[in-house]
């Protein structure tokens, strides 16, 4: 504003000075020549304050956007300290997240390491107590069982007693049932067999050395008779002829003067004739004989003798 108060004084001055001048010329000049020149300083003079109102409001625009800028600039800063500060404060909340993050994943981790270790000493408990725990219940379940099944077993064990005394009882009377039995069919030696105290006897009617007598015997199932008691004895003699001898399953052939029995048996019961057994010969005696006397003979093996078998009815 102070311009264009300084314009306009200055034309007024420079307006004052000229009017004499001017004033002057048209008293000069003709009336149309001055009317034309006045329309020409009019025209200069609007020129004038057209420029220097253009210029007034140009400065006043430009003082106008020199302002909004500043204020732009100004936004500007404050936004970008707000940006600043909203950056820092976002990083103090993430650090303080991350660090309480931190700490709870760390709490955590430990719990599973807790957890883990109780885990494994489960598994550990559970692995012994599949060997001390099974055995424990079994020996609690055997107790159990022993116990609850105790009366069960004493029942048991009493009938089972008795059963069996019951079973004696009939196994005696089917054993005298036998026996009975037994001298039924004993009575019913082979034809041509003798019996005797439930035992059959067969006495030759040929001759045949020891080892051939022997060897018939067992051909009928028997063997050369053994003498068991006086009573067999006796009853071999009485069934003997005077003046014969009969071969017994009797011989010290193996070792001289150990005499055994065809079963293996040593001699324990023996009837030896006066001044027997005496082994006499070249070839020796090593076979015995049985006279109609009872009395007993060694004899050379290789004579042909008669021979009595023996079996059981
Ligand atoms: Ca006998
Ligand atoms: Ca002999
Ligand atoms: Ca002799």
């Not at 140009?58 to 956007?65: A, D, E, G, K, P």
Request: aromatic share 8%; net charge negative.
């Amino acid at each position: 504003m102070s311009q264009r108060e300084d314009a306009v004084g200055t034309y007024e001055k420079w307006d004052f000075a000229e009017g004499t001048e001017l004033e002057k010329e048209e008293q000069r000049k003709p009336k149309g020549a001055l009317s034309l020149e006045r329309a020409v300083v009019l025209l200069y003079v609007l020129l004038a304050l057209t420029f220097v109102l253009f210029m007034a409001l140009t400065i006043v625009n430009l003082q106008r956007v020199s302002a909004a800028w500043e204020v732009l600039e100004q936004a500007r800063i404050r936004s970008e300290n707000s940006h600043t500060t909203a950056w820092h404060n976002l990083s103090e909340v993430q650090r303080a997240l991350d660090k309480q993050l931190s700490g709870e994943l760390k709490v955590i981790h430990s719990r599973l390491l807790n957890v883990s270790q109780e885990v494994e000493n489960v598994r550990w408990k559970m692995t012994q107590c599949k060997e001390e725990c099974g055995k424990e219940l079994s020996d609690r379940l055997r107790v159990l069982e022993e116990r609850d099944g105790l009366e069960a077993v004493l029942r048991q064990l009493a009938e089972v007693k008795q059963e069996q005394s019951h079973a004696s009882a009939l196994l005696d009377v089917a054993l005298e049932e036998t026996r009975n039995l037994s001298e039924i069919i004993c009575t019913r030696c082979p034809a041509g067999w003798q019996q005797f105290a439930k035992t059959c006897y067969f006495f030759s009617s040929t001759t045949k050395p020891w080892l051939a007598a022997k060897d018939f015997c067992t051909n009928f199932n028997s063997h050369l008779a053994i003498v068991n008691t006086e009573q067999e004895n006796k009853f071999l003699a009485n069934h003997i002829m005077d003046h014969r001898v009969f071969w017994l399953g009797l011989t010290d052939m193996h070792t001289e003067g150990n005499w055994k029995w065809v079963d293996g048996s040593i001699l324990s019961l023996s009837f030896w004739n006066s001044g027997e057994p005496n082994n006499v010969g070249h070839q020796g005696e090593d076979c015995a004989t049985i006279y109609s006397s009872g009395h007993w003979n060694d004899a050379t093996c290789s004579n042909a003798e008669p021979w009595v078998c023996e079996r059981s009815c």
